[in-house]
T-cell receptor, first 110, second 116 residues
Framework: LAKTTQPISMDSYEGQEVNITCSHN???????ITWYQQFPSQGPRFIIQ???TKVTNEVASLFIPADRKSSTLSLPRVSLSDTAVYYC???????????FGSGTRLSIRP | GAVVSQHPSRVICKSGTSVKIECRSL??????MFWYRQFPKKSLMLMAT?????????EQGVEKDKFLINHASLTLSTLTVTSAHPEDSSFYIC????????????FGSGTQLSVL
């Protein structure tokens, strides 16, 4: 299982772009990288998933370098409602275990 | 995205009683479901992996007789906390794997269990 490392916490301000990086040095060839968002007392919510290069959807972008040993979640123009914990998961599609790392607690200020 | 329904969202029970938590995949078939436990301001801890029609696989340190998992159909998995004690109070979250080829995980809304 690939171990992930993220900053424990980050602070930013409304309207800024926020980039959260996750390290996964022992990522395997078949592993995908998926990011989730969790608000207090709720289950995690899928944000974005990628395998390599760049993926963009309506809420975020995911940048993955060629060696795939890290990935960066980019949130454009954050708002107060983006205050949450963000988790990076690395696993292959039919993995029998999905292990969460510590996550990054993002706080957005006015 | 796919919807995973988890009930109840909150339960308060007396010590010694058993509590059942249901996890349903509403618009897809989930051959695999995962059960997690989460303490305040901590990450999710995997408790067990539930496969339809077979016994669940428990993580080290999780008592299988204490946390009974049943995955009898492709859309329903249940977690029963037997003879609950105050130390079992926690936030329990289920997750189901859906779709091909990337098989994303979708999560229930969680169940806050409080044992008095």
């Amino acid at each position: 299982l690939a171990k992930t490392t993220q900053p424990i916490s980050m602070d930013s301000y409304e309207g800024q772009e926020v980039n959260i990086t996750c390290s996964h040095n022992n990522i395997a060839t078949n592993d995908y990288i998926t990011w989730y968002q969790q608000f207090p007392s709720q289950g995690p919510r899928f944000i974005i998933q990628g395998y390599k290069t760049k993926v963009t959807n309506e809420v975020a972008s995911l940048f993955i370098p060629a060696d795939r040993k890290s990935s960066t979640l980019s949130l454009p123009r954050v708002s107060l409602s983006d205050t949450a914990v963000y988790y990076c998961l690395v696993a292959y599609s039919s993995a029998s275990k999905i292990i969460f790392g510590s996550g990054t607690r993002l706080s957005i200020r006015p | 995205g796919a919807v995973v329904s988890q009930h109840p969202s909150r339960v308060i029970c007396k010590s010694g009683t058993s509590v059942k938590i249901e996890c349903r995949s509403l618009d897809f078939q989930a051959t695999t479901m995962f059960w997690y436990r989460q303490f305040p301001k901590k990450s999710l801890m995997l408790m067990a992996t539930s496969n339809e029609g077979s016994k669940a696989t428990y993580e080290q340190g999780v008592e299988k007789d204490k946390f009974l998992i049943n995955h009898a159909s492709l859309t329903l998995s249940t977690l029963t906390v037997t003879s609950a004690h105050p130390e079992d109070s926690s936030f329990y979250i289920c997750s189901a794997r859906a779709g091909q080829p990337n098989e994303k995980l979708f999560f229930g809304s969680g169940t806050q269990l409080s044992v008095l």
